[in-house]
Nanobody, 126 residues
Framework: QVQLVESGGGLVQTGGSLRLSCAAS????????MGWFRQAPGKEREFVAR????????SYADSVKARFTISRDNAKNTGYLQMNSLKPEDTAVYYC???????????????????WGQGTQVTVSS
């Protein structure tokens, strides 16, 4: 069973930065893509960003575009989410997810992903 472990969350002031990491228990080159999602209290889990392991093409939610950067390091089997210019509305539990194969389901949907981490809390104070 693939395990994904997130780290790097915490408390930061508005305008600050955090970098989240997602370490996989197996070679990430075997995955099609990795995604980051977040879930705030009382809200549904929402798409944040996605990266294809091969080629590295990226996609972002409009709410984080130009502030967040997703990346991966295949040698370390780790994905990252660099978050800059953080806002209070970015407060949520952040989850990384891995998708094993390409499929017709949109990458913005949680159901498109096969494996999930346990989540890491990000809190942005105003």
């Amino acid at each position: 069973q693939v395990q994904l472990v997130e780290s790097g969350g915490g408390l930061v002031q508005t305008g600050g930065s955090l970098r989240l990491s997602c370490a996989a228990s197996e070679r990430t080159s075997s995955f099609y893509a990795m995604g980051w999602f977040r879930q705030a209290p009382g809200k549904e889990r929402e798409f944040v960003a996605r990266i294809r392991w091969s080629g590295g093409s990226t996609s972002y939610a409009d709410s984080v575009k130009a502030r967040f950067t997703i990346s991966r390091d295949n040698a370390k089997n780790t994905g990252y989410l660099q978050m800059n210019s953080l806002k209070p509305e970015d407060t949520a539990v952040y989850y990384c997810a891995a998708r094993r194969q390409y499929g017709s389901m949109s990458y913005t949907l949680p159901a498109a992903y096969d494996y999930w981490g346990q989540g890491t809390q990000v809190t942005v104070s105003s």
